[in-house]
T-cell receptor, first 112, second 114 residues
Framework: IAGITQAPTSQILAAGRRMTLRCTQD?????MYWYRQDLGLGLRLIHY???????GKGEVPDGYSVSRANTDDFPLTLASAVPSQTSVYFC???????????FGEGSRLTVL | AQSVTQLDSQVPVFEEAPVELRCNYS??????LFWYVQYPNQGLQLLLK??????LVKGINGFEAEFNKSQTSFHLRKPSVHISDTAEYFC????????????FGPGTSLSVIP
């Protein structure tokens, strides 16, 4: 069972470029999330989706956008990357009852 | 809005010694509580969770945590740690009325010394 698959695993990007981080799950979970992890700050919620067709903003949504066209996919887009978006990004899903999360392996993004 | 505090950013402990990682939360409504573990260069995985019922919950790898509603705490304990327990540990909370927003603490780095 694959669970959550993220791509790419690592990327170096020039400032101002557009970037999409991909996330796919095979657990048929309704809820999906994007977090960023920064040293000393833990994980901060960027965007979330309770079900296909709906999305919501988390703690740090500025500069990011998401879409949820179907249950399995939840891509995160940086329209114009800035150095402060250098981070490790984690996609997660949940069955939606208690908030228990299942995580991908992460995507390490460096913006120069 | 809920928040999570982990009082210790780094905890060094000798192998086979006991350890306690502290977590406090604030919320105006009832919550679900979680501990996740992150090994180097990996994603997070669930260690244990408190949903309801007994306030002492047991998780994987010999860890346990106790929910204390009056102190709004959910401290993680293990009576005897191993080298393999070296990892980052995150406490997290979701509100029962709004489970779609899971908030994490800043994490505690546990280093087990041989």
């Amino acid at each position: 069972i694959a669970g959550i698959t993220q791509a790419p695993t690592s990327q170096i990007l020039a400032a101002g470029r557009r970037m999409t981080l991909r996330c796919t799950q095979d657990m048929r979970h309704n809820a999906m999330y994007w977090y960023r992890q920064d040293l000393g700050l833990g994980l901060r919620l960027i965007h979330y989706s309770n079900t296909a067709g709906t999305t919501g903003k988390g703690e740090v949504p500025d500069g990011y956008s998401v879409s949820r066209a179907n249950t399995d996919d939840f891509p995160l887009t940086l329209a114009s990357a800035v150095p402060s978006q250098t981070s490790v990004y984690f996609c997660a899903s949940s069955e939606g009852v208690t908030g228990e999360l299942f995580f991908g392996e992460g995507s390490r993004l460096t913006v120069l | 809005a809920q928040s999570v505090t982990q009082l210790d950013s780094q905890v060094p402990v000798f192998e086979e010694a006991p350890v306690e990682l502290r977590c406090n939360y604030s919320s105006s409504v009832s919550v679900y509580l979680f501990w996740y573990v992150q090994y180097p260069n990996q994603g997070l995985q669930l260690l244990l969770k408190y949903l309801s019922g007994s306030t002492l919950v047991k998780g994987i790898n010999g860890f346990e945590a106790e929910f204390n509603k009056s102190q709004t705490s959910f401290h993680l304990r293990k009576p005897s740690v191993h080298i393999s327990d070296t990892a980052e540990y995150f406490c997290a909370v979701s509100e029962k009325t709004s489970y779609d927003k899971v908030i994490f603490g800043p994490g505690t780095s546990l280093s087990v010394i041989p």
